[in-house]
């Protein structure tokens, strides 16, 4: 395999928003950098791991990158077409130019610079190897889909599974017994997509859960810039009991702390309801608890009852492939799970110029904050 040699003063690894608000930051401060992305597009997260019906769950204000709002005609919860044509314009805005089909093999460091081993997938037998001062791991935390290990899944289920990264809608749901996994935003909005194509529909929620309203969690967010979180987490669970009455009796079961507080200490954030509570309140769509085995088409759940079910969407989120190609052994800035080892407001800084940007379990504002942080410390160091 043929290698090509490239010296850059800043290397940035995933072409998601994260890796496009960083070149942007530093492209403004005239700092040379490249972006490469192993698909073959940008925010391929967006384009091609989400489901149609998807919007922003917060308000735009709070979803946008660096030095570029949303216009003022934008919707207050911006579509997800909306969002990748944002994310496009951002792109061209700030002159950020990803290269695409690159895949890292492995990074590490070595006299004084970052290396790069990246296989050019769009050009057979080449290695492209990056000498960088500057790393910048722009991946994130929604890296790779993951599916729990369940007993007697993979030997024996005889119907049809996917990730939520795969699933559009649920038209070849339609009449169906279908098992949604997970309650997070994305289990709670397909099971309701689900149930709007007259699918038989049950959600597994395995842990306690906040469910609010995009209203609630706006009026949240804006309430916590004057008053302390205990408080509005006060106010908001008083808003969501109005809004659902009491979700227990559902199966909706809330933590101990509220949906703010949990947020800061788990990093959970709560459950933006679209319409699946109503449906669960009418019956549409039947709460089970974990399940503890699946025989065939049969899903035993913790309680000891079960389902036979057609299909399975896991809605169990994503992992961070980090580990799998970054070579540093004194595990400065990420952990074994790929994850930072920091504390929050220092996560996006380790050693020997190596940067995070969007591992803080904060959505697109942290995003927005790592980047612009990332470009600051660079720029003091040149």
């Known amino acids: 395999m043929e290698n090509k040699m490239i010296k850059i003063q800043a290397l940035i690894i995933g072409g998601g928003p994260a890796g496009l608000a960083t070149s942007a930051c530093l492209n403004r401060l005239n700092i040379p950098n490249i972006v490469v992305e192993r698909e073959e597009c940008s925010a391929s997260l967006w384009k091609r791991r989400s489901y149609d019906r998807l919007k922003l769950h ?13 216009p003022p005609n934008a919707p207050t919860f911006v579509s997800k077409a909306g969002f ?12 950020v130019n990803p290269r695409y089909n690159r895949n890292v093999r492995s990074a590490y460091f070595e006299d004084g610079r970052w ?14 190897v990056y000498s960088a001062e500057y790393l910048v791991v722009a991946t994130g935390e929604n890296s790779e889909a993951l599916i729990p290990e369940i007993p007697g899944f993979s030997e024996s289920f005889e119907g049809e599974y996917l990730h939520s990264s795969e699933y559009k809608n649920g038209e070849k749901f339609a009449g169906k017994h279908v098992l ?5 935003n994305s289990g709670m909005e397909i099971a309701y997509d689900v149930s709007k194509w007259d699918a038989e529909v049950s959600l597994v929620v395995h842990s306690p859960v ?13 309430l916590l810039r004057f008053f302390p979180v205990k408080l509005v987490d006060r106010w908001c669970l008083f808003l969501a009991k109005l809004r659902f009455g009491n ?3 559902y199966g909706l079961i809330r933590p101990d702390k509220g949906p703010f507080m949990n947020k800061l200490v788990t990093g959970r954030s709560p459950t933006i309801d679209v319409g699946c509570v109503d449906e669960i309140k009418a019956g549409k769509i039947t709460v089970v608890p974990s399940i503890t085995r699946v025989e065939g088409k049969r899903v035993v759940f913790v309680d000891g009852n079960s389902k036979t079910v057609d299909s399975i969407v896991f809605a169990t989120g994503y992992k961070s492939s980090v580990s799998k190609w970054l070579q540093v052994d004194d595990g400065d800035l ?7 080892k ?7 800084k380790g050693k020997n110029g190596l940067y995070s940007v969007g591992f803080g379990r904060q959505g697109l504002a942290g995003i927005t904050r790592d980047a612009q942080n990332v470009a600051r410390d660079i720029a003091s160091l040149i």
């Open 58 to 70: 917060l308000a735009k204000q709070y979803c946008q990158l660096p030095h570029m709002p949303f």
């Open 84 to 95: 990748i044509s944002y994310l496009d314009e951002y792109a061209t805005r700030f002159n």
């Open 115 to 128: 290396i790069a081993e990246v296989d050019n997938n769009a050009a057979a037998a080449e290695r492209e």
């Open 180 to 184: 949604v996994v997970g309650s997070g």
């Open 210 to 222: 906040h469910v609010l309203t995009r209203e609630i969690v706006r009026i949240g967010m804006w």
């Open 247 to 249: 979700t227990s009796r």
């Open 334 to 340: 990420f952990n074994e799970n790929g994850m930072p």
């Open 342 to 348: 920091r504390e929050l407001k220092d996560h996006w």
